[in-house]
């Protein structure tokens, strides 16, 4: 991939209310995900100092980091976001001093190397510059600490409800590709395409056997994102390296049912701001799929874990 890509930062710009809707429509996130989190970091002779939450958007997970680390960095480019990450910190915890602010895309991040004990970037690593992105993360890790990468990507539905989900959901990304240039949504798609496949954990930098786990893909490999037809990605690239450790399971903290309502916050809460009219033509028709009642969907998750060496 190019190395001086101009990255879309604006996107997530967003205030209180966008982020409100973001956090009915995404899922409750588990404790068994900052557990396995905190298991393998703590096995792998991480220490609980700074952890730094990269494009953290409205900072809940952030706060939820503050639980067991000393000092959690706060970082976005999206000023907007990064106040309501602001204001949410603030109300909800009793030691802001724990937690500092870095308004910036993580491929400028200046924190000094070997200065941090994880880095935790949860559904944003995509939006970068990726190897640039990589190659500063790793740069600010200190020995032993933990990478950890994640995606939640797109939810899936009953039988019933998806074609109809996935219909509205390539119908919205055809309206950014209206907006972005083709080859930016492409590139965005392609680095989330398998599950982060292409995202490279070199033993150089790395100890062998990074872990993979893939959950609820339901023997579907490409489940973590991609709508079919119009929403793919460039070619599919892996860069799985020969010892990474590929895992897999079903969890049920990550099923729910939902109801006309969480099916609009959900595709409310991707950048996508498509137009109205065709938006609710796809609402209507998925309403009376559900007529007045409930369907059941789940979250495909992948997680990336390794841990520096050098
Ligand atoms: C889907 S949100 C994820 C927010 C949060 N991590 C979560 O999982 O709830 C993606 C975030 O990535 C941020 N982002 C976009 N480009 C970025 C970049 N180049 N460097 C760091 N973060 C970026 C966006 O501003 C946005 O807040």
Known sequence: MPSDIKTESTLFDRRTEFWRNYRIGRPAIPSSFYQRFYDYHATHGGSFGTVHDVGAGFGELSLELSKRFDHVIVSDPAPKSLDVARELIGAASSSFNKFSFRQERVEDC????????????????????????????????????????????????????????????????????????????????????????????????????????????????????????????????????????????????????????????????YPFDPDPDMLERHLSKLDTILAGGTCRGHWPVSILMATRRT
Not at 136 to 164: E, M
Not at 202 to 230: H, T, W, Y
Request: net charge negative; aromatic share 6%.
């Open 110 to 269: 200046e924190l000094p190397k070997a200065s941090v004990d994880a880095i935790f970037c949860c559904n944003a690593i995509h939006w970068t510059d990726l190897d640039k992105a990589m190659a500063i993360s790793t740069d600010q890790l200190k020995l032993h600490g933990t990478l950890f990468i994640c995606l939640n990507g797109i939810p899936k539905y009953d039988s019933a409800v998806q074609p109809s989900w996935w219909s509205m959901v390539d119908n919205c990304l055809a309206d950014v590709k209206k907006r972005m240039p083709k080859a930016d949504v492409e590139r965005i798609l392609a680095i989330q395409d398998n599950g982060y496949d292409c995202i490279a954990l070199p033993e150089s930098d790395f100890e062998p056997g990074a872990v993979r786990l893939k959950l609820n893909m339901m023997g579907d490999p490409a489940a973590s994102v991609q709508a079919p037809e119009s929403s793919k990605g460039g070619p599919h690239v892996s860069n799985v390296g020969p010892h990474d450790r590929l895992e897999e399971g079903v969890e049920e903290d990550w099923f729910f049912d939902v109801d006309i309502e969480g099916l609009r916050a959900t595709v409310g809460s």
